[in-house]
């Protein structure tokens, strides 16, 4: 086999090469026939300078419509298009809303309460490391097992019902049509949720197929599965129904997800078919993208959409969207295993994923162009917008979080920070700066359209973004640190192994405490969700806004 | 409606090749290879101690794959030589691990054979290490006050052991010290077996 080393190199690369190239020949032939209009299908006509948010109060509002009209001179829209909402389209939309309610709500609210469940896990396996006899008495909480109760949580609970609400949410107002077959994804709902719960009492006594995120055991994940093909059919459904000429990027990157994690699952977890180093191959391989290929979808997707529909204004180039969509699906799909560099794993494997996440530099650049330049000049919105607040703080670290992961898989810095914390730091800044910041400014925006209804306490949406962002600093910079350190201690032989463990300890505390920070602010936002939920709090002007108008309500 | 098709299709194409580039060629590459001669499968008692190895989670903390010298000072600390793939031929599910919190494992067996360390490490990590900050584990043991013939009494340092009684190992205490004690990967392997030793 070594011949293959260098060849699937070259091959590897050949097909990169390859499939840029027909993908600018796809363009100039104009098989993708996407520009302005394509980035204007989530906008009716006139609402181009018109800001939505329903996320907060009238004259917030109307400070927020100011602060975008300002930064865009030409706008001669603002007051004038305030009478629209008579208008039929916009009706239209109050209809595609209310159409994906049940779903949504069914997908939310179980995410919120995986996130309070897993943050709690978290901060008990993190208090762990720096206190070992705390709470040994019971094989339930043994670090081994409350650490991975707290992934599969915060990875399966939160952050896929999560993104799954939200893409439920969006695809009726980007297809322009009501959501079809809205009860199979209640359905899938229920068996998502009832997989969670099973996989992790199962894995908190002890029963576990014993691999990195695919822990859950495979005769209980095959609720996932299935409550993941259910959750898929209302999008092929509605597809299938759509008015609009052109399907919006975030399509693309939600439809993609939904077909890509079946197949990823499907694969990684069917049992007894897997060896040795070929299962920590496979391992690796899904487990990267299970963050590649199904969570940064969803969060690009809810990005590009919330953005853009949040300032009325469309994204900055929708072709070089698509671009970050091909780049990301062929280099992001075949970056895993630099999780084993220097295993003992064949060495034109780890070429290839080294090539692949450097190449990620790619898709990772377009979006950050595109999404830079979207809210570039206006960032006085961010003041009044909390969902633009979490969204464009969460896309900015994508764009972080994504250098640094190529930079890690470069040999010589992966030599350093391979084995250490500074990959758990890594893995946060991907999975809660980037990610989850974007869902909560996602949920933000889509609640009160779900219960046609305001959020009862907007001092609460700052509360938990000052917590979440505290804390989440708190976190990253000493655990990055932290880990960096540890890795020179284990580098260095005349260092005995004690002092990597030893130095790490008060970077180790310092995490606790971001992470108290961090589940404080994810307590207030379930706590606000909640009291929205059940009609608690002052009652202001009882309406949720649609457009640039408010909605008939409840 | 062909819109929907590219998505749909090129979605396919881009995981099928991440598939076969990363899953079906390494199978292909990987499934004929047979185990060392001196490598001996596991007995169902290190079975069972590997099975609560897994159950524990032990692989969060601890890797099981030495890396060669240019990668780190893994032979020098006593981790042993770099391990191939062939070394992993019993092992379902893998173990490799992607975290040193806790030194590597794959010839803990050869660096620390005594049984009786184990099980004093596996009650109370820190009678035997100090500053470590493995858990300790004592559900994995009975504290009883007349320790009957068969028992394995575990031999603590006199402020590490409980008042009124003795610490007893369960059996699956010791299948996990059958397990860490067989974890002995040293007898030699052609370099020319690994892609990475080269």
């Known amino acids: 086999m070594t011949l293959t080393v260098g060849a699937l190199l070259a091959l590897s690369f050949l097909i990169s090469v390859l499939g840029l190239f027909m993908f600018i020949w796809a363009q100039t032939r104009g098989l993708m026939r996407a520009g302005p209009e394509a980035a204007q299908v989530i906008f009716e006509t006139g609402e181009l300078g018109m800001v939505e948010e329903p996320g907060i109060s009238v004259t917030q509002r109307g400070a927020l419509q100011r602060a975008e009209s300002n930064a865009n001179a030409s706008a001669t829209h603002g007051d004038a298009q305030r009478a629209t909402h008579t208008r039929p389209d916009l009706q239209a939309r109050e209809v595609q809303d209310r159409s994906s309610r049940a779903a949504a709500f069914a997908f939310l609210t179980s995410s ?21 006899d705390f709470l040994v008495q019971s094989a339930w909480l043994t670090f081994g097992r409350i650490r991975t109760a707290h992934l599969n949580m915060v990875i399966y609970g939160w952050a896929s019902m999560a993104g799954l609400g939200i893409s439920l949410w969006m695809l009726p107002r980007l297809l322009k049509t009501r959501l079809v077959g809205e009860r199979y994804a209640v359905a899938g709902a229920g068996l998502w949720n009832a997989g969670v719960a099973a996989g992790v009492v199962a894995i908190l006594a002890g029963w576990t197929d014993g691999l990195q995120w695919l822990e859950i055991p495979w005769q209980i994940g095959i609720l996932l599965a299935l409550g993941g093909a259910l959750s898929a059919v209302p999008l092929f459904l509605t597809l299938s129904r759509r008015n609009v000429d052109h399907l919006y990027v975030s399509v693309w990157y939600i439809a993609a997800a939904l077909l890509w994690f079946p197949i990823l699952y499907v694969v990684a977890k069917v049992p007894y078919v897997h060896f040795g180093v070929e299962q920590a191959i496979v391992n690796w391989w899904f487990a990267h993208n299970v963050l590649g290929l199904w969570l940064t979808p969803f969060g690009l997707a809810s990005a590009y959409y919330f953005i853009a529909k949040v300032l009325g204004r469309p994204i900055y180039s929708y072709n070089l969207s698509l671009v970050g969509f091909w780049a990301l699906a062929m280099f992001y799909s075949q970056a895993g295993i630099h999780h084993l560099l220097g295993g003992p794993v064949p060495a034109w494997l780890q070429s290839v994923s080294v090539v692949q996440s450097v190449m990620m530099l790619i898709p990772v650049l377009a979006v950050g162009v595109n999404q830079h330049m979207t809210v570039v000049g206006r960032f006085a919105t961010l003041r009044y917008s909390p969902t633009l607040r979490f969204v464009v703080l969460g896309a900015a670290l994508y764009t ?62 700052a509360l938990h973004f000052w917590l979440a962002v505290t804390g989440f600093a708190i976190y990253f910079v000493f655990l990055s640190i932290g880990g960096v350190l540890q890795g020179i201690a284990m580098l260095d032989a005349t260092r005995p192994f004690m002092d990597s463990v030893n130095v790490l300890t008060p970077y180790l505390k310092a995490r606790t405490f971001g992470g108290v920070l961090m589940t404080a602010g994810h307590l207030v936002f379930a706590w606000h969700f909640f009291a929205m939920v059940l009609d608690r709090g002052t009652i202001r002007s009882g309406q949720a806004f649609i457009g640039g108008a408010p909605s008939a309500g409840v | ?48 101690g590997r099975a609560t190895y897994v159950s524990m989670g032990c692989v969060y903390c601890h890797s099981q794959q030495p890396r060669a010298a240019t990668l780190g000072p893994d032979a020098l600390r006593g981790w042993g030589r770099p391990s191939v793939s062939a070394d992993y031929a019993y092992d379902y599910p893998h173990l490799l691990g992607v975290s040193r919190t806790g030194p590597d ?38 504290v009883v006050a007349h320790p009957g013939p068969n028992d394995k009494v575990v031999t603590l340092p006199p402020q590490f052991a409980p008042a009124g009684g003795q610490v007893v190992a369960t059996q699956e205490a010791l299948d996990l010290v059958a397990y860490l004690t067989a974890l002995n990967h040293t007898y030699p392997v052609p370099a020319t077996e690994s892609g990475v030793t080269k």
Do not use: C
């Not at chain 2, 590459?29 to 596991?42: F, N, T, V």
């Not at chain 2, 596996?122 to 004592?138: A, F, I, W």
């Open chain 2, 105 to 142: 494992l794959f010839n803990i067996g050869a660096r620390q054979p005594s049984v009786d360390w184990h099980l004093a490490h596996l009650y109370q990590p820190r009678s035997v290490t100090p500053g470590s900050v493995m858990p300790s584990y004592p559900f994995l043991f009975k």
């Open chain 2, 1 to 48: 409606m062909n819109r929907v098709l590219t998505i749909v299709i090129g979605a396919l194409i881009m995981l099928a090749i991440a598939t076969l580039v990363l899953v079906a060629l390494p199978y292909r590459e990987l499934q004929d290879e047979s185990p060392p001669e001196q490598l001996k499968p596991y007995t169902i008692a290190q079975l069972r």
């Open chain 1, 112 to 132: 919120i309460l995986w996130l309070v469940l897993g943050s709690l896990a978290g901060l008990i396996a993190s208090q762990k490391l720096t206190s070992p």
């Open chain 1, 400 to 461: 972080l979080v994504s250098l640094q992961g190529s930079l890690e898989a470069v040999p010589f810095f992966n030599r350093l920070v391979h084995f250490t914390q500074y990959k758990v730091a890594h893995a946060h800044l991907g999975l809660y700066g980037f990610y989850s910041m974007i869902m909560f400014g996602s949920i933000y925006f889509v609640m009160p359209r779900v219960l046609e209804r305001e959020w009862p306490y907007p001092k609460l949406i």
